[in-house]
């Protein structure tokens, strides 16, 4: 018999903190619009037990994680490759990718993280109760390639209405024995930058606004987000260029939730319960091949840019931007000095699989496009799986080799993977799903 049980903690940082995901904000956070939750579920077959953690977030670093790991490691059957957590990669929360930078507040906000999650671990555990599952696919066109391509051949973080995203919503419905709704699990694509450079409140962004509407459709239900592979998709109506072009805001946010959960809603009522209480879990760290020696290409030019105008007035470094500092030798130098020591090191990662009743879900820990996610859903032998990003740790982008050609935002950030490297972590990922089936 399957048995689950949830919980969730509040993680909204406090005001003041920086916020994560753009570059052009000049102040920290200035007031709460929405509460940020982290929403745990266990699963319990009498044999295994695996915990899958959504949190409303940017995403986690692999050292969190360990800690979340290690202070749950003492609930029976929960090994630490059965602990996933992920990020929904909201843009309107805090940000974590520079701890050397760190303020106070920061400091003491991210330290204070793991033992909240694994709170939410241990009580999702301690609430256990049989349960029947269910599983359906939806569809929401929410979401849209956002690798526009403009006259001049320049590919810009715009709408790409002939480029793929993935359409699928993955509903997972879990109810207890007596009917009534224990958890609603969602699954899609889509960047959450409805928010974009010029809100300053904390926000979950459009996952926030759907899994509040399910919770109120389906009234004892707890809704958990799992953002998928989502590295190429933006909302659809959000603004373009990281809005510098134009501005996002709530009312957006809002009707994608909504649009969202209403499809969601509509999937779940055609995800068929039943007694499947299938529950297993394996992880594997992988190396994803480099291309330092393009990155070193681009350090190099960018410390060429940084000597030219030493000397020059520059302004400022805003103290509240989270990861934008005007050009500087030193850093430029230093960037250098890493590539070249690193050589051709290889990207090494945690991937993970689980399966619970009749879905599997293979996580990552980076913004992957969704390419390799539609690959992985067709090709899997596990049906249905579904993919989530933003989870276990941070790699950055994962572009599809093409994408390296063509240029644009991600593939500059990414330039120091090869151009297989998806490949290589899809046809890992498909070898883990392979493992877990046997």
Avoid at 166 to 188: C, K, Q, S
Avoid at 273 to 278: K, N, Q
Avoid at 421 to 429: D, I, K, N, Q
Wanted: net charge negative; with cysteine; proline share 7%.
């Amino acid at each position: 018999m399957l048995k689950a049980g949830v919980a969730k903690v509040d993680v909204t940082p406090p005001v003041g903190a920086r916020m994560a995901g753009f570059a052009g904000r000049v102040f920290p956070a200035l007031a709460v619009h929405d509460p940020l939750w982290a929403k745990a579920i266990v699963f319990d077959n009498g044999r295994s037990r695996v915990a899958m953690v959504g949190m409303d977030l940017i995403g986690i670093s692999e050292k969190s994680v360990a800690a979340v790991r290690e202070q749950v490691a003492s609930s029976p059957g929960l090994a630490p490759e059965a602990v996933m957590i992920s990020g929904s990669h909201t843009h309107s929360g805090p940000a974590f990718y520079d701890e050397d930078r760190f303020t106070e507040l920061e400091e003491t906000y991210w330290a204070a993280l793991p033992e909240k999650l694994a709170s939410a671990v241990t009580e999702a555990a301690g609430s256990l109760a049989p349960v029947r599952v269910g599983v359906a696919s939806g569809w929401s066109a929410i979401g849209i390639n956002r690798r526009e391509v403009t006259p001049e051949g320049t590919v810009i973080l715009g709408r790409n209405h002939f480029g793929r995203f993935d359409p699928e919503v993955g509903v997972v419905r879990f109810e207890r024995t007596d009917g009534t709704p224990l958890a609603a699990m969602v699954n899609y694509a889509c960047h959450a930058v409805c928010l974009m450079a010029d809100n300053y409140l904390i926000s979950a962004d459009y996952p926030g606004f759907a899994m509040h509407a399910i919770e109120e459709r389906l009234p004892g239900a707890m809704g958990l987000f799992f953002q998928g592979a989502c590295g190429n998709v933006n909302p659809r109506e959000a603004a373009v260029d990281h809005g510098l072009m134009s501005g996002g805001g709530f009312a957006i946010a809002a009707h994608a939730g909504e649009a969202l959960a209403r499809e969601a809603v509509r999937t779940w009522q055609k995800a068929v319960p039943g007694e499947a209480a299938t529950v297993g879990s394996t992880s594997r760290r992988i190396s994803l091949p480099t291309n330092r020696a393009r990155a070193l290409k681009n350090a190099e030019a960018a410390l060429e840019r940084a000597q030219r105008v030493a000397g020059q007035p520059v302004p400022e470094c805003n103290p509240y931007s989270t990861w934008y500092d005007p050009p500087s030798v030193e850093r430029a130098q230093k960037r250098v000095e890493r590539l070249t020591a690193q050589g051709e090191a290889p990207v090494e990662c945690e991937i993970q699989a689980l399966t619970v009743g009749p879905v599997s879900f293979v996580a990552w820990p980076g913004e992957v496009f969704c390419d390799f996610g539609h690959e992985v859903k067709q090709r899997a032998p596990l049906r249905p799986t579904y993919t989530i990003g933003y989870a276990n740790g941070s790699i950055g982008y994962v572009p599809v080799p093409e994408a390296f050609e063509e240029g644009g935002y991600e593939a500059e950030v990414a330039a120091h993977l090869a151009d297989d490297a998806g490949l290589v972590l899809v046809e890992e990922s498909l070898s883990l799903l392979e493992f877990l089936k046997n």
